[in-house]
């Protein structure tokens, strides 16, 4: 049911004043609209960042498949505006809209935020508000969506806490449908004993509390934050986080999907109308990881692994081909050549598509064997760049951090991609680990360089490499929990120290900019007072902070210098950089991960053992 007064009036008065007005009129290929009077339940996914970044989110596209194929759901889609359509919106005091059927955020059943990346916080105050949904979940009453949260940051959901009804944390597939329908019943309930009047007021505030308390106690991973209430220590390290009722669990296990092959792959994605960060089919091969690498949150949160069958790929990527007309399939998972059958897919899929001039690109390859023989598997297509992720270049350092790679492997593989026409080769490396020496920092130049001299050996000049390298955060669930980020200067000193050492032309060194990586660290590693942070920053102008030319950084250090004032502990170096105690409380204690903490305190302690070795070595 469209809402044709509010995009008549988007349409003519604000569109024709904003930069790629394409990305928020809807109407895409694939695009599912409903009439909303044919359905029982509203779903938003909304995407904190701009259309071209949530548009090539592969769970995006997988959960709007999956409500849009229940009869009884619609599910539509919003995405943060850029500053100019935030402006026009304000001016016109015009509401945040579905790309679907221009509905108001308000008017959904659930509004639903896939955390991706923690610098998108400030994102999800701009959406609410715009919205005009209460940032405050304390402050909505049943009138008011239910707004939930999943993903990577909900990790440590709590910095955004009081801004979330509910977090999920796992796979979305049976737990977004579950809290869905289970939303809609205990609404429907409260309405048939008590009225419409019950929606509203002081009122519907109460009922919404209990019903998200019902919730808490039905659902096993549905973590409602507004019945747990953080206690510190008077130095501001946290001492406990206490229930303020004894019917919501002490601690949250993740979804967890049990038979990913069995799962439908959406093979109808939408096909944006503006030009993606990723324009291409994607098929999910294996959901997990092999591998226990510390530095890695996704092989912890993402566990146990799971694959699909080669004819179930090869079937949904057919079907998607047909469906979309893109000419690039992309094969997904945490390590792609880890795909037990991953020689066998990837000839299956040139012999499918090897005729229909579709290009098939293989991310997250790890360096391994296999790697030898991908670049003849594959094929250059279209694209003549290896992408590959060492990490590290030295092998005490990969013993350190448990990525279990050979440098041979990695030179042998890039020689076999220049003699099969590859051109360039990406590698990512991190900076600011623990333990890291000079040496190490020597290494990812000297390996880069080594990959360059190989392509003059293989095509009588050197390959272009760049490594990229970016700002090792400790993220909650790793075993390097427990360690303090590196300093502003030390990034800084270690950037510059590796961009002198280049001395071939055709290699460069790419690092991600130390005041992003500090404000990830700040968000991804504080507790629930950080939202009053959160909240300033946003109110004094924080937008799309993941965008280097939109960060700006002094709006963040002020207000946590502020809000820190009266808060003991409520400070960078208490927060970011400060080592915590293997005994010590975290904010995130409370949400159960595979293996559980036990399996995270012995990695730490193996890991500051080898630390010592290393450090004895030298």
Same mark, same amino acid.
């Given at each position: 049911?469209?809402?044709?007064?509010?995009?008549?009036?988007?349409?003519?008065?604000?569109?024709?004043?904003?930069?790629?007005?394409?990305?928020?009129?809807?109407?895409?290929?694939?695009?599912?609209?409903?009439?909303?009077?044919?359905?029982?339940?509203?779903?938003?996914?909304?995407?904190?960042?701009?259309?071209?970044?949530?548009?090539?989110?592969?769970?995006?596209?997988?959960?709007?498949?999956?409500?849009?194929?229940?009869?009884?759901?619609?599910?539509?889609?919003?995405?943060?505006?850029?500053?100019?359509?935030?402006?026009?919106?304000?001016?016109?005091?015009?509401?945040?809209?579905?790309?679907?059927?221009?509905?108001?955020?308000?008017?959904?059943?659930?509004?639903?935020?896939?955390?991706?990346?923690?610098?998108?916080?400030?994102?999800?105050?701009?959406?609410?508000?715009?919205?005009?949904?209460?940032?405050?979940?304390?402050?909505?009453?049943?009138?008011?969506?239910?707004?939930?949260?999943?993903?990577?940051?909900?990790?440590?959901?709590?910095?955004?806490?009081?801004?979330?009804?509910?977090?999920?944390?796992?796979?979305?597939?049976?737990?977004?449908?579950?809290?869905?329908?289970?939303?809609?019943?205990?609404?429907?309930?409260?309405?048939?004993?008590?009225?419409?009047?019950?929606?509203?007021?002081?009122?519907?505030?109460?009922?919404?509390?209990?019903?998200?308390?019902?919730?808490?106690?039905?659902?096993?991973?549905?973590?409602?934050?507004?019945?747990?209430?953080?206690?510190?220590?008077?130095?501001?390290?946290?001492?406990?986080?206490?229930?303020?009722?004894?019917?919501?669990?002490?601690?949250?296990?993740?979804?967890?999907?049990?038979?990913?092959?069995?799962?439908?792959?959406?093979?109808?994605?939408?096909?944006?109308?503006?030009?993606?960060?990723?324009?291409?089919?994607?098929?999910?091969?294996?959901?997990?990881?092999?591998?226990?690498?510390?530095?890695?949150?996704?092989?912890?949160?993402?566990?146990?692994?799971?694959?699909?069958?080669?004819?179930?790929?090869?079937?949904?990527?057919?079907?998607?081909?047909?469906?979309?007309?893109?000419?690039?399939?992309?094969?997904?998972?945490?390590?792609?050549?880890?795909?037990?059958?991953? &020689?066998?897919?990837? #000839?299956?899929? %040139? !012999? @499918?598509? *090897?005729?229909?001039?579709?290009?098939? $690109?293989?991310? =997250?390859?790890?360096?391994?064997?296999?790697?030898?023989?991908?670049?003849?598997?594959?094929?250059?297509?279209?694209?003549?760049?290896?992408?590959?992720?060492?990490?590290?270049?030295?092998?005490?350092?990969?013993?350190?951090?448990?990525?279990?790679?050979?440098?041979?492997?990695?030179?042998?593989?890039?020689?076999?991609?220049?003699?099969?026409?590859?051109?360039?080769?990406?590698?990512?490396?991190?900076?600011?680990?623990?333990?890291?020496?000079?040496?190490?920092?020597?290494?990812?130049?000297?390996?880069? &360089?080594?990959?360059? #001299?190989?392509? %003059? !050996? @293989?095509? *009588?000049?050197?390959?272009?490499?760049? $490594?990229?390298? =970016?700002?090792?955060?400790?993220?909650?669930?790793?075993?390097?929990?427990?360690?303090?980020?590196?300093?502003?200067?030390?990034?800084?000193?270690?950037?510059?120290?590796?961009?002198?050492?280049?001395?071939?032309?055709?290699?460069?060194?790419?690092?991600?900019?130390?005041?992003?990586?500090?404000?990830?660290?700040?968000?991804?590693?504080?507790?629930?007072?950080?939202?009053?942070?959160?909240?300033?920053?946003?109110?004094?102008?924080?937008?799309?902070?993941?965008?280097?030319?939109?960060?700006?950084?002094?709006?963040?250090?002020?207000?946590?210098?502020?809000?820190?004032?009266?808060?003991?502990?409520?400070?960078?170096?208490?927060?970011?950089?400060?080592?915590?105690?293997?005994?010590?409380?975290?904010?995130?204690?409370?949400?159960?991960?595979?293996?559980?903490?036990?399996?995270?305190?012995?990695?730490?302690?193996?890991?500051?053992?080898?630390?010592?070795?290393?450090?004895?070595?030298?």
């Amino acid at each position: 049911m469209l809402n044709v007064q509010l995009k008549e009036f988007v349409s003519r008065h604000i569109l024709p004043r904003v930069q790629t007005p394409a990305q928020y009129v809807g109407g895409e290929l694939n695009m599912v609209r409903k009439d909303h009077r044919s359905v029982r339940g509203k779903l938003c996914l909304a995407f904190p960042d701009t259309y071209t970044i949530g548009m090539s989110h592969h769970g995006l596209q997988v959960l709007y498949t999956l409500m849009n194929s229940r009869a009884d759901w619609v599910c539509e889609r919003a995405f943060a505006p850029w500053d100019d359509m935030e402006r026009l919106l304000r001016e016109n005091n015009t509401p945040l809209y579905s790309l679907e059927t221009f509905t108001p955020l308000d008017q959904f059943d659930v509004l639903g935020f896939t955390l991706q990346y923690e610098i998108c916080t400030s994102n999800i105050l701009t959406m609410l508000d715009l919205g005009r949904i209460p940032l405050r979940s304390v402050e909505r009453t049943l009138e008011q969506p239910l707004v939930i949260a999943g993903g990577p940051c909900a990790q440590n959901p709590e910095p955004i806490a009081p801004f979330v009804d509910i977090f999920v944390t796992g796979d979305g597939e049976p737990s977004l449908p579950a809290i869905c329908d289970e939303w809609l019943r205990l609404r429907d309930d409260v309405v048939a004993r008590h009225g419409s009047e019950a929606l509203a007021g002081e009122a519907g505030r109460r009922h919404r509390e209990e019903i998200l308390a019902q919730m808490a106690a039905r659902l096993p991973f549905a973590y409602v934050p507004r019945f747990y209430e953080p206690e510190f220590y008077a130095d501001g390290r946290m001492a406990t986080l206490n229930r303020t009722r004894p019917d919501v669990p002490e601690t949250i296990e993740p979804s967890i999907l049990d038979d990913l092959d069995g799962t439908p792959l959406p093979t109808a994605p939408i096909v944006p109308y503006v030009e993606c960060v990723h324009d291409r089919i994607a098929i999910e091969i294996m959901r997990g990881c092999p591998w226990q690498c510390r530095f890695c949150q996704s092989t912890v949160i993402k566990r146990p692994l799971r694959v699909r069958e080669v004819e179930t790929l090869i079937a949904a990527a057919l079907e998607s081909y047909r469906n979309t007309g893109f000419n690039e399939i992309s094969l997904l998972s945490l390590s792609t050549s880890d795909y037990p059958y991953f &020689e066998q897919l990837v #000839r299956r899929l %040139r !012999e @499918v598509f *090897g005729p229909l001039d579709v290009n098939i $690109a293989v991310p =997250s390859l790890r360096v391994n064997e296999i790697l030898k023989s991908v670049a003849a598997l594959i094929g250059t297509g279209r694209h003549s760049s290896l992408t590959l992720a060492p990490e590290v270049a030295r092998d005490d350092m990969r013993e350190q951090i448990r990525k279990k790679i050979k440098n041979e492997d990695l030179f042998e593989g890039c020689r076999q991609a220049f003699l099969n026409g590859f051109t360039k080769v990406k590698l990512y490396f991190m900076c600011g680990l623990p333990g890291e020496r000079q040496v190490d920092l020597d290494g990812i130049v000297d390996m880069a &360089e080594t990959i360059a #001299r190989i392509g %003059r !050996e @293989v095509r *009588g000049r050197f390959m272009q490499v760049t $490594a990229s390298v =970016s700002n090792f955060v400790p993220k909650a669930h790793t075993p390097y929990q427990w360690n303090g980020m590196q300093r502003r200067e030390y990034f800084q000193w270690a950037h510059n120290y590796m961009k002198r050492r280049v001395k071939i032309r055709s290699v460069a060194v790419k690092c991600h900019p130390v005041e992003t990586s500090l404000l990830e660290g700040l968000l991804s590693r504080g507790d629930r007072r950080l939202a009053d942070v959160i909240e300033l920053a946003w109110r004094r102008g924080a937008r799309l902070d993941s965008w280097s030319e939109r960060l700006n950084a002094d709006l963040w250090w002020q207000a946590l210098a502020e809000v820190g004032q009266n808060q003991p502990g409520l400070d960078f170096e208490m927060i970011v950089h400060r080592p915590r105690e293997i005994g010590e409380r975290l904010p995130w204690d409370h949400i159960n991960v595979k293996k559980g903490r036990t399996f995270l305190e012995k990695e730490q302690m193996r890991a500051t053992a080898q630390l010592t070795a290393m450090a004895g070595a030298m």
